[in-house]
């Protein structure tokens, strides 16, 4: 003897007619044709081989033999609206704590701007966002600690897998007042003449900054040797000298009321930025909406 089964959207039929108490009111509830609803419900009575609704004047009324077949769908549908709350819930972000790292040149501009585009998507979200030395970022991944981490360099290690984010420019930041702002490009010798703020060239980051000079055999002085790229522009606003930064940090930097502007190089110098994750699990679709949101703020401020 073969079993019978109702599909969700039987049950959801039955549900409006018994809510409705007609065909007529329960077409309305599921924008459906008439019609179709009453061929719906006379296949799932026959298959079960009992009634149950008793017509009268075109009203239908639960039938006595079905009432135990009712308060069951009544909890099956309260779990149902039960499963929907939870996964809107999910879908806002409620209950779950995104967490990854970023190294600071990323973390100035482009983590902020992407966090306020998740949390447009997903408002009950919580974030847990640090800022990296790009020699924490493996340490941080292997314990676990995070998710993943924004990077602008890549690595070679066993257990983390790297994936592109986008590319970005290298461009010289110095005061409103200093002689270098009249320039529409600046070159390595011309920043040259003047004290340098920037990053240690021993620095995976500083050595992406040294290599405008190093390309085109350019001595200069690193007067003020710092660690992260907000403390240079804070130094640059006092004019104190010039800076090397790439375009994702200046990213807030250089419209007409700044106290800094930022001019392209003569010779462009790109680099990339990558997303850093162990190679043995899964990222969350948080963490996938996340990432996309990082594609999307840096191709717009990479200055290309």
């Known amino acids: 003897m073969s079993k019978r ?7 959801e039929i039955i549900r409006a007619i018994k809510v409705a108490g007609s065909i007529i009111g329960a077409a309305r509830l599921l924008n459906v044709s008439q019609p179709g609803l009453s ?36 909890d099956l ?42 949390s447009e ?10 800022t990296l030395k790009l020699e924490e970022a493996i340490d941080y991944l292997l314990l676990g ?37 009249k320039l529409d490009k600046v070159s390595a010798e011309q920043i040259a003449r003047f004290p340098l ?17 190093a390309q085109d055999d350019v001595q200069y002085d690193l007067r003020f040797r710092v660690r992260f790229g907000f403390m240079v522009l804070g130094l640059v606003k006092q004019g104190l000298g010039v800076a090397i930064l790439d375009s994702f940090s200046l990213a807030d930097v250089g419209d007409e009321s700044s106290e800094l502007r930022v001019i392209p190089l003569e010779k462009p110098v790109r680099f990339k930025t990558y997303v850093a994750m162990r ?20 191709g717009q401020k990479s200055f290309t």
Do not use: W
Request: aromatic share 8%; with cysteine; glycine share 6%.
């Open 5 to 11: 089964q109702l599909t969700l959207r039987q049950i």
């Open 39 to 74: 061929r719906t419900m006379k296949h799932v009575e026959s298959s079960l081989g009992i009634k149950l609704f008793t017509r009268s004047g075109g009203k239908y009324t639960p039938s006595a033999e079905a009432s135990t077949i009712f308060a069951q769908l009544n």
């Open 77 to 118: 549908y309260k779990k149902l609206n039960d499963l929907n709350t939870s996964l809107n819930q999910l879908e806002d972000g409620r209950g779950f704590e995104l967490t990854f790292g970023s190294v600071p040149s990323i973390a100035m501009s482009m983590v902020p701007r992407s966090l306020r585009r998740i």
């Open 121 to 130: 998507r997903h408002p009950d979200l919580h974030i847990n966002a640090e």
């Open 145 to 181: 600690r995070g998710e993943f981490v924004c990077m602008s360099y890549r690595l070679n290690h066993p257990a983390i897998d790297f994936q592109p984010l986008e590319e970005g420019k290298l461009c010289c930041v110095v005061h409103r007042d200093h002689e270098l702002a």
């Open 197 to 213: 703020i920037g990053i240690d060239p021993a620095d995976p980051y500083g050595q992406i900054l040294d290599s405008v000079f």
């Open 279 to 298: 190679n043995d699990g899964e990222l969350s679709s948080f963490a996938e909406s996340f990432i996309d949101a990082m594609k999307t703020e840096m």
